[in-house]
Nanobody, 127 residues
Framework: QLQLVESGGGLVQPGGSLRLSCTAS????????IGWFRQAPGMEREGVAC?????????????YYADSVKGRFTVSRDDAKNTVFLEMDILKPEDTAVYYC???????????????WGQGTQVTVSS
């Protein structure tokens, strides 16, 4: 069965940090760009960060961030572990949402081009 599984969500105080993981089973992630998206109650799903495929040096992979998370979130990938990470620092209450990872051919915010989606992990930022 081909699937993505997110983990690492939870409850954290404002200013705190969490690291989300996205692990694939049934296929390898190295052929895919990976996007992280989030959806708060009553809101549309929005792009948070995405990372391209590694072509050449693993230190020269393209990454993109939504303006709201730039400087606070970092996306990275470890293809040997078949996993992509989202490090989230200086978390704010407005970051509260269900976070999803998705695998597709290109690293962008266009949701329909992503072939595989995880089930989501809840992140709650509250004191």
């Amino acid at each position: 069965q081909l699937q993505l599984v997110e983990s690492g969500g939870g409850l954290v105080q404002p200013g705190g940090s969490l690291r989300l993981s996205c692990t694939a089973s049934g296929f390898t992630l190295d052929k895919y760009a990976i996007g992280w998206f989030r959806q708060a109650p009553g809101m549309e799903r929005e792009g948070v960060a995405c990372i391209g495929r590694i072509i050449g040096s693993p230190y020269d992979v393209s990454t993109y961030y939504a303006d709201s998370v730039k400087g606070r979130f970092t996306v990275s990938r470890d293809d040997a572990k078949n996993t992509v990470f989202l490090e989230m620092d200086i978390l704010k209450p407005e970051d509260t949402a269900v976070y999803y990872c998705a695998a597709g051919p290109n690293s962008n915010w266009y949701l329909p081009q992503y072939d595989y989606w995880g089930q989501g992990t809840q992140v709650t930022v509250s004191s």
